[in-house]
Nanobody
Framework: QVQLVESGGGSVQAGGSLRLSCVDS??????????MGWFRQAPGKEREGVAGIDWGGSKIVADSVKGRFTISKDNAKNTLYLQMNSLKPEDTAMYYC??????????????????WGQGILVTVSS
């Protein structure tokens, strides 16, 4: 069973940086070849994709964060990261990591991802 746990959120001023982490706490750091993604949901808005990485390491980043956010994965630790730089108030949202063996970020709707973390709050003040 995949169990995703996010960490690294918090409050930061505009222009600042945060790094989110997502670990599969049930994996025992054993590599699992699933596709993963970061999604976010701001109050009153629908969940939207931020970035994704497939099991082969191919990455996609949403246009809204391109050049500011970087997705990466440490397969040895089965941990997904989202480095967020030059944060803006509009980046304020709950951030979720997700994984699935078949759904793929950029080709699948969020609800096609089977495994989700509990979410972590990122607040960017102006």
């Amino acid at each position: 069973q995949v169990q995703l746990v996010e960490s690294g959120g918090g409050s930061v001023q505009a222009g600042g940086s945060l790094r989110l982490s997502c670990v599969d706490s049930n994996s025992g750091y054993k590599y699992r070849p699933y596709n993963m993604g970061w999604f976010r949901q701001a109050p009153g808005k629908e969940r939207e994709g931020v970035a994704g990485i497939d099991w082969g390491g191919s990455k996609i980043v949403a246009d809204s964060v391109k050049g500011r956010f970087t997705i990466s994965k440490d397969n040895a630790k089965n941990t997904l990261y989202l480095q967020m730089n030059s944060l803006k108030p509009e980046d304020t949202a709950m951030y979720y990591c997700a994984a699935d063996y078949y759904a793929k970020y950029g080709r699948s709707a969020p609800d096609q991802f089977r495994y989700w973390g509990q979410g972590i709050l990122v607040t960017v003040s102006s």
